[in-house]
Structure formats: structure tokens, C-alpha cells
């Protein structure tokens, strides 16, 4: 068939007919399109502006509540304390009730329903306030029962009741009316969806390219949304499955999330626990929600790098336990909120306590059986058994020096713990630093003198500090015995000690090759030693300079160092300075010396010293009559050979004078023989023949003393070891007359039996506690007896009034021990 011309204009009239109309359709379909989009999407704005509205409304709704809350609780702490800073949270509400209500009311704008809802809340508000406000006036004008009585008619309550009702209809209102906003939304999206559905399928063709745009916008979106449900369900199962209880806490201190762990930690559920205040877990100041930081002693910036606190946590049985918290920051649209990660310590605790009884069992079992052998070795090298042949003397030399060194090992290793575990305490008082330096000095003596290295002293004036004088002995003991191991033989140690404006520094200056540079870093690190053969033959365990410089710093102080390679090395001691002076101990007894043979007499007085005596040296009769006159004596030494004159006449001369008449002398001498017959009418107490042993002095001075009137206290020993009680009773045997006591029923029946000047008692004792004698320890009329504890077991706690020292096995002499002897029955003596 053949079309006509006119059909085929038809035709293609018909067709760009239809072309336009398609493009219209298009470009139609496209405009409909893009409006529907923008309707939606403007919305979606309207809707979320809803949503945060409503939000927003109903947190000031949750704020107005919050501040009557929190002028109630300061109404009821005021009124059962008195206490006007109870009022402080009431008088803020009361400031800031108003404003937040106009501001909850410009919040619902003109709506007639929401706005009789705010006439009912303020009239509720108001009738609250006035209860809170004729409770405080009670309190302050009838007292704390009217007060009480007027809060228990339950008025208040009422109104916060009321309040609470009408608060929690208007937070149902407004959530009904944000569920209707996101309903209507919802049913508009779907009509929207089917019309855009629609013009789709027609516009297929033309829109392909903006429905693959479309699909790739819809496939990333439901990518990163699967991302973060996957990652949301990742952390969800990180927080339920870990094995510490995490919390996390809004700025205020309230719960808002538990985990597992926790639950199960605490005995709450997470539902039950949630919106109150953490001081119900954890033992933190009361809910004050503007101090929550300060609850736990922190400040803002504490919490950058994470916090870490041990606190008491409390279970829902009200069992409290010990607990690490970590504390992190964890910042939201809300503010800065708080993740608590919790662990139960209680094992840790069950450990460090097993750990210390060990230590506490090792150090008894360790220390008991050294004090002894050392002790033994100690008087066996001081002459206790009398002159010992040569190769016999240098074995039992070796062998003290060898059991003095695995002392010093087992202190060190005691003490680090003891410093690690936080258990050692300081016994502060009044110290003389320089003092202390002599003492320590004068400890080392011997060793020094095997070493040829000599000690100095340089003079200067005292160096008050507040201090524990056997932990700062320590401390210069190790400094000065390492300067002298590293001196080369016949070189010097300089001691030095220096008062300054605030600070009191001991010096320690060695002759020996100086610090390496290699080593200095780790110089103050446990069990650090220089490499070197040489280094490592002078002996130690590496724990000194560690434990010295702890004890340093635990004073407040500062342990440092100045060295050149091959100059010797410099310590320093920096501690804080103090305006009080030691004050003056029980008084010792105080012997002269006259002697002029300068190792003659130091020996002498090494001995004396080991009884806990003072002694002086006084080389020639002049110096003798001078010191004698000057000073107060409780007897006096004398050798007959002196250089400006004879002892005989010197003893003449202090019998002329009515300050020492009644002196009690002993003579020292190598020819007793013809002083004896020279001086038969000068009533001499001994007469000593050069060589002697100590137990013959011992002998000699204690005739002395009960000539002078100081009689021979008697001294109960408790202590479970025989051996212990041997070598004690050896070594005080100068002293004091030694009664023993192996056990509590054997010291019971001593006290009950017999009057005792002083008691040594070991705590330690295989029936008991030796501490549970404390109570039975009197002179019979309720007066004091005197006890020192002398136990492996150390103690840093004041254990009562008869305590007067606390002294360590293996950490204490023989020869302190004496001196600590010496001195309480001297106060004893004195006080009676």
C-alpha cells in the first residue's frame, strides 16, 4: 500500500507530536521527579528538626526534674545535718527552676494543649518549692524533730509524686507525638516511592543512566552500613565477652552501660543499675554530680593519656573487694563521657600476701641461723675464747668476713623486695648527718684498715634532718664501703658533709678508676655491675646503689654522682634540712683510756665498744687529768707507762682531786707486776696484764661499774634458738647478767618468778607470738620493764610503750645490741 503525501505529513506531524510530547513526558517526568525528591527531602529536614525538638524537649523536661531532685536532697541533708552546705544544691535549683521551665515553655511555642500542660507543671513546681522552702524553715526555726516530722507527713512527697506524674505523661505526649511526625513520614516516603517507582519504569530508557547512578548510591550505602553493623556488632561482642567488668559512665557519674563480665562481677543487671551513680560499684565520694572528678581525685587533664586508680569495689551482697579502674575518656555529641574498665584484684592481693609470708618465713629461717654463726665468728675474732694461733685465727677471719657478706646478700635481697612491695616504712625523727656519717665510718673501721684505704672525716658543722638514722647509715655504709673497694691500697676516702639554705649534702670522694660512661646509666639499676673482671672480684650483689638511692628518695632526698674516667667518682647525698636537733639518748656508761700506744688503744676501745661502752682516748697523764676534770667518767683505764709521767702518779693525782676521787681505776699494763707493789694503797679495782682477752675485761670493768655504784642489771632472753641465746649471753656477758627463755610458757614462769631490768624477746616463738608477753612485762608495781625486740622478723609498727627498740637479726651487731643494753638500763638506773 501506498501511502499519500498528506498521510505521510500525518505521519511525521504524529511523530514529532509524539517526539515532543515524549521529551515534555520526559522533561515532565524528570521536573516531578526532582520536585517529589525535594519535597522529600525538605521532609526528611522538617522531620529530623522534629525529632531534635522533641529530643531536645523532652531533655529539659528530664533537666527541670532533675534540678527539684536535686533541691530536695539538699532540703533533706539539710535538715537532718544542719549543715547550711546541704543547701548549696537547693539554692542553684531555686536560681535556675525558673529559667529552665520559661525555657521549656518557649520550647512548645504556641501549642494550646502543651501550654495548659506548663500552667499544671508550674502550679505543681510551685507547690513543691513551697513544701521544700516550710521544710528548711522549719529546721531553722523548731529544730531537727519538727523538721522530721513535717518531712514524714509525706506533703513533699506528694508534690514530687505529682510532679513525677505530670512529667512522665508529658515525656508519653511528647513521644507519642514524635512516633505520629515519623509515622506520617514514613507512609509519605512509601507514596513517594511509588511514584518515583513508576515514572521510573517509564522513563526506564531515558533515566538509565540515573538509575545506575541511583543503584551504586544504594549499593555503597548498604556497604558502609553492613561496615558498621559489622563493626557495631564487633564491639558489642568485645564489650560482652571481655573478662573485666566495663562501665561507661555519662559526665555526671551515673551508669549507662554494664557489660557481662560486670554483671556477673557485681551481682546487678545491667537494666536495674543503669542511670545511678557509680559510688554504689565503687567507693567514691556521694553523688554530687558537679564534683565527679574531684570525687575521684583527678582534674581534666588526668584523663588524656588514660587513668589508673586501686579502689574498693562493692557487690550487691555488700562484699567489697579491692579493684584496678582504668579510666578513659570517650567523647560524644553529649559531652565527654567515661569508660571504667574494672578487674577484680582479690587474687593479686591473695598472691603479694602468700608473697610476703614467704619472705617473712625465708628472712626468720635465713637470718636466725646467721645472726648466730656470724656472732659466734665475731667473738671468736674479738678474743671472746682468748688468743688464737695464727692460722686458726685467719680461717675464722675469713670465715666472719664470708658469713658477714652472705648477710649483707640476704639484707639486700630483703630489702628490695620490702622496697618494691611498698612495705618498708621510714621511723622518722631528728637525725645529725653528720652523725650519721661518723657512726657509719666508725662501722667500717676494720673492713677499711684490711682493705689499706683510710677514711676521712672533714670537719664542719651539724647537719640537722628528719631521717631514719639505721636506713640512712645504710645508705652511706654502702657508699662509703664501695668507695673503699675501689681505692687503690694506701689511697683515701674524703667524707664530707656540707649544711646548706635548705639542704644537707654528704659527700663520698674515692681515689679509684672512675665511673665507665657505658655504666653510668644503669649505675642506680638492681643487680648493676661495671663489665670487668676487676669490677666483679670486689664482690656484692649489684643491689646497693638501688637500695640506696629508694631510701634516698623516700626521704625526700637525692642520691647522685660526679666521676672522670681514672678520677675517682664523687656521690652526693641531698637531703631535705630541718631546724631540729637529734635529740640526747638514754645515756651510756663512759669509760677514759689513758694509753699512749695509739693501737694499744684502739683495740682497747674496739672492745669496750662491743660491750656498749663509750669510750675516750686520752695519750698522755696531762690530757687525762684535763678530760677527767672536764667531763663525767664512770671509771677510768690506766697504762703505767706514759710518756710525761707514770700511772701510778696519775692515779695519785685523781685521788687529790674531789671530782675523781671515787673514780674506780683498772690498770693496763704490760709490767703489772711493779706497778702493783708500787700502788698498793691506791684501791685499784684490777690490774689487767697486757696481752688479755675480752672476756677478762669484761671481767675487770664490770668490777668497776659495781664500785661505781652501777649494778649488773638482770636481762631475761626469749628466743627459741639455744644458739642465739649462746652467742647473746656471750656477748653481753660484760653487761648484764643473762637469764633465757626458750618459749612463752618458760618466760611466763621467769617474769612471775624473778624482777628483770631489761627484756630481749624474738617474736617468732614455737608456742606463740612473743608479742603476747607485752602485757606481763612490769616490775611488779605497774611500772615499765624496758623491751627490745630482737627478731629475724622485721616490724616497722610501733608495738607498745615497753618497746623502746625494734632491732634486726643479721641487720643488727652483736656490738649494737650491746650498746642498746648499755644504754636502757643506764635510763633505767637513772630513773630510779
Known amino acids: 500500500m501506498i501511502r499519500s503525501a498528506p498521510d505521510r505529513h500525518a505521519s511525521g506531524s504524529l511523530k514529532r507530536w509524539l517526539g515532543f510530547v515524549g521529551i515534555a513526558l520526559v522533561v515532565l517526568s524528570l521536573w516531578v521527579i526532582g520536585f517529589e525528591l525535594a519535597r522529600e527531602f525538605e521532609r526528611s529536614r522538617e522531620i529530623r528538626q522534629e525529632v531534635e525538638k522533641s529530643h531536645e524537649t523532652r531533655a529539659q523536661i528530664e533537666r527541670v526534674f532533675s534540678l527539684l531532685q536535686d533541691a530536695e536532697t539538699g532540703q533533706r541533708g539539710f535538715i537532718i545535718t544542719g549543715d547550711e552546705r546541704f543547701l548549696e544544691p537547693y539554692d542553684v535549683a531555686e536560681t535556675n527552676l525558673d529559667e529552665q521551665i520559661s525555657r521549656l515553655e518557649g520550647l512548645y511555642g504556641g501549642d494550646a494543649a502543651r501550654s495548659q500542660d506548663m500552667v499544671d507543671l508550674r502550679a505543681l513546681v510551685a507547690r513543691k518549692q513551697a513544701t521544700l522552702t516550710e521544710g528548711i524553715q522549719t529546721r531553722q526555726q523548731q529544730g531537727r524533730d519538727a523538721a522530721l516530722a513535717f518531712v514524714a507527713s509525706g506533703s513533699g512527697k506528694a508534690a514530687m509524686d505529682a510532679i513525677r ?229 685467719r680461717l675464722i677471719a675469713i670465715a666472719h668476713a664470708n658469713s658477714q657478706r652472705l648477710v649483707r646478700l640476704i639484707n639486700d635481697i630483703l630489702d628490695m623486695e620490702k ?49 631514719d638514722a639505721d636506713r640512712l647509715i645504710q645508705v652511706v655504709v654502702n657508699l662509703v664501703s664501695n668507695a673503699a673497694k675501689f681505692s687503690p691500697t694506701g689511697g683515701v676516702v674524703e667524707v664530707s658533709v656540707h649544711p646548706e639554705s635548705r639542704l644537707a649534702r654528704l659527700s663520698v670522694r674515692d681515689e679509684g678508676p672512675g665511673i665507665p660512661d657505658a655504666f653510668r646509666s644503669r649505675i642506680f639499676s638492681k643487680f648493676a655491675q661495671a663489665d670487668g673482671s676487676d669490677t666483679r672480684a670486689k664482690g656484692g650483689t649489684g643491689l646497693g646503689l638501688a637500695i640506696a638511692r629508694e631510701i634516698a628518695e623516700r626521704h625526700g632526698g637525692r642520691l647522685w654522682f660526679e666521676s672522670e674516667p681514672g678520677a675517682g667518682a664523687t656521690f652526693h647525698l641531698d637531703l631535705p634540712m630541718t631546724q631540729d636537733l637529734p635529740s640526747a639518748g638514754g ?210 609498727a610501733v608495738m607498745g610503750a615497753h618497746v623502746e627498740a625494734v632491732l634486726v637479726k643479721s641487720r643488727t651487731s652483736l656490738a649494737t645490741l650491746a650498746r642498746t643494753v648499755r644504754k636502757l638500763t643506764r635510763k633505767g638506773d637513772s630513773a630510779r
Open 165 to 393: 506524674e505530670e512529667i512522665d505523661r508529658m515525656v508519653a505526649v511528647e513521644a507519642e507525638a514524635l512516633r505520629e511526625v515519623t509515622s506520617r513520614a514514613d507512609r509519605r516516603t512509601r507514596s513517594t516511592e511509588t511514584l518515583v517507582g513508576v515514572l521510573f519504569l517509564l522513563l526506564l530508557a531515558s533515566v538509565a543512566t540515573a538509575f545506575i547512578l541511583t543503584w551504586r548510591y544504594v549499593v555503597t550505602r548498604r556497604r558502609l552500613l553492613s561496615e558498621v553493623q559489622a563493626v557495631a556488632a564487633r564491639q558489642t561482642t568485645i564489650f560482652d565477652s571481655a573478662i573485666d567488668a566495663i562501665l561507661t559512665l555519662n559526665p555526671s557519674g551515673s551508669i549507662e552501660t554494664l557489660n557481662a563480665a560486670g554483671e556477673k562481677m557485681f551481682g546487678w543487671s545491667a537494666k536495674d543499675i543503669t542511670r545511678r551513680d557509680v559510688s554504689l560499684l565503687l567507693d567514691v565520694a556521694g553523688d554530687d554530680e558537679a564534683a565527679f572528678l574531684a570525687r575521684l581525685g583527678a582534674r581534666n587533664g588526668d584523663f588524656e593519656g588514660g587513668l589508673v586508680r586501686e579502689m574498693t569495689a562493692r557487690r550487691r551482697d555488700g562484699v567489697v573487694f579491692p579493684v584496678d579502674v582504668a579510666l578513659s575518656p570517650m567523647t560524644l555529641p553529649t559531652g565527654v563521657h567515661l569508660v571504667a574498665v574494672i578487674r577484680d584484684i582479690t587474687e593479686r592481693r591473695r598472691v603479694e600476701e602468700m608473697k610476703r609470708q614467704f619472705v617473712s618465713t625465708v628472712s626468720h629461717e635465713l637470718r636466725t641461723p646467721l645472726t648466730s654463726i656470724a656472732g659466734s665468728l665475731g667473738l671468736l675474732t674479738g678474743g671472746a675464747a682468748g688468743a688464737l694461733p695464727e692460722r686458726p685465727a
Open 587 to 796: 645515756e651510756q656508761a663512759r669509760l677514759l683510756i689513758v694509753e699512749d700506744d695509739a693501737d694499744a688503744a684502739q683495740v682497747l676501745r674496739e672492745m669496750l665498744i662491743m660491750d656498749g661502752f663509750v669510750a675516750d682516748i686520752a695519750p698522755t697523764a696531762r690530757e687525762a687529768l684535763a678530760t677527767a676534770h672536764s667531763d663525767r667518767y664512770d671509771a677510768v683505764l690506766v697504762d703505767l707507762q706514759l710518756p710525761d709521767a707514770d700511772g701510778v702518779s696519775l692515779i695519785r693525782a685523781l685521788r687529790a682531786r674531789a671530782s675523781s676521787r671515787d673514780l674506780p681505776v683498772v690498770v693496763v699494763s704490760g709490767d703489772v707486776a711493779r706497778g702493783r707493789a708500787r700502788g698498793r694503797s691506791l684501791e685499784v679495782v684490777d690490774w689487767l696484764e697486757k696481752p688479755f682477752d675480752q672476756s677478762r675485761l669484761r671481767g675487770a670493768v664490770a668490777a668497776m661499774l659495781s664500785r661505781s655504784g652501777v649494778q649488773r642489771p638482770r636481762i631475761l632472753h626469749v628466743d627459741d634458738d639455744p644458739d642465739i641465746l649462746t652467742v647473746t649471753a656471750s656477748a653481753l656477758s660484760g653487761v648484764a647478767d643473762m637469764e633465757r627463755a626458750e618459749d612463752l610458757a618458760a618466760a611466763r614462769k621467769a617474769l612471775a618468778e624473778r624482777r628483770h631490768d631489761l627484756v630481749i624477746l624474738d617474736l617468732g616463738l614455737p608456742d606463740g607470738s612473743g608479742l603476747e608477753l607485752l602485757p606481763l612485762i612490769e616490775d611488779g608495781i605497774g611500772g615499765p620493764i624496758p623491751v627490745i625486740i630482737y627478731s629475724a622478723q622485721e616490724t616497722d
Open 419 to 467: 622496697l618494691e612491695s611498698g612495705q618498708m616504712t621510714l621511723d622518722l625523727s631528728p637525725v645529725d648527718l653528720r652523725d650519721v656519717a661518723e657512726r657509719s665510718i666508725e662501722s667500717l673501721r676494720g673492713f677499711t684498715e684490711n682493705l689499706g684505704v683510710e677514711i676521712t672525716l672533714a670537719e664542719g658543722a651539724a647537719a640537722p634532718v628528719r631521717g
